[in-house]
């Protein structure tokens, strides 16, 4: 078994492509303007114009419309479902409690309760909303709701 040695290392066989050489007479196909053309903006060094740039005509990103909204409150907010929350042995919710349950992740800090599945115990959610359906079920089953 060989010892990689520093001096024998290459990039791999035709990784490495050697640059076009321009401006090295007629027979290169590349020689006088070296490509570029004749005259102009573009023949020039130092010539470029910004990207996206059309002309002076409206360019493209600026004709389409702009589109759909994000919102930054959405990253910070969870939902849970009634059948997750009647799964769990506490009696007093709360988004500490889902956390340490791994029911939502640790950045949440916003949670509300969705009506799906249902709850056959009492709890108390503090600090965390439920939609109308969801609240009428945990009341149902003599908990509360203290948002």
């Known amino acids: 078994m060989d010892i990689m040695q520093l001096n024998t290392l290459a990039p791999a066989e035709g990784e490495k492509r050697t640059g076009?050489?321009?401006g090295r007479g007629?027979?290169?196909g590349f020689g006088k303007t070296c490509g570029r053309g004749h005259k102009g903006q573009k023949a020039r060094s130092g010539g470029f114009t910004k990207i996206g740039f059309e002309g002076g005509q409206?360019?493209?990103q600026r004709r389409l419309p702009k589109v759909?909204?994000?919102s930054r409150v959405s990253i910070i907010t969870s939902?849970?479902?009634l059948s997750e929350i009647d799964k769990l042995e506490e009696k007093e919710i709360t988004v500490d409690v889902l956390?340490?349950?791994n029911l939502v992740t640790k950045n949440i800090k916003r949670v509300k309760?969705?009506?799906s599945g249902e709850i056959n115990r009492a709890v108390t959610l503090t600090g965390i909303k439920a939609t109308k359906g969801a609240k009428v079920a945990i009341e149902a089953a003599k908990g509360t709701v203290n948002e």
């Open 58 to 60: 409206m360019p493209l």
């Open 99 to 101: 956390k340490k349950h």
């Open 20 to 22: 076009k050489r321009v």
């Open 26 to 28: 007629i027979g290169s």
């Open 79 to 81: 939902q849970v479902t």
């Open 68 to 70: 759909g909204f994000s």
């Open 113 to 115: 309760v969705m009506l």
